[in-house]
């Protein structure tokens, strides 16, 4: 027997459904400019992600640099057109 078939027959009121939030909380933090639905959090979340991926490219460059100069060369994989 279902649980609702059951409170039914006891006179008990539909059990209370736990609220759950799926939507996600409002950006309450003041806009960049009125006009532009732009707000300071969202912009410093993008400069911070922007950054992080900045410098996880430049430590691909590096290792990619490493790689072509060095480790290909000594590992007899190619050789270097300048020496």
Known sequence: MGEAKRRAEQG???R??????KAKDVDTSP??????PLTRN????FVAITTKGAWIGI?????FWVTVRF???AAGWWSLSDG
């Open 12 to 14: 008990l009121p539909p």
């Open 42 to 45: 969202q912009a410093s979340r």
């Open 31 to 36: 806009r960049i400019v009125d006009w532009l």
């Open 16 to 21: 209370d459904k736990p609220r759950v939030s």
């Open 59 to 63: 430590g691909g460059l590096a290792l």
């Open 71 to 73: 480790i290909g060369p």
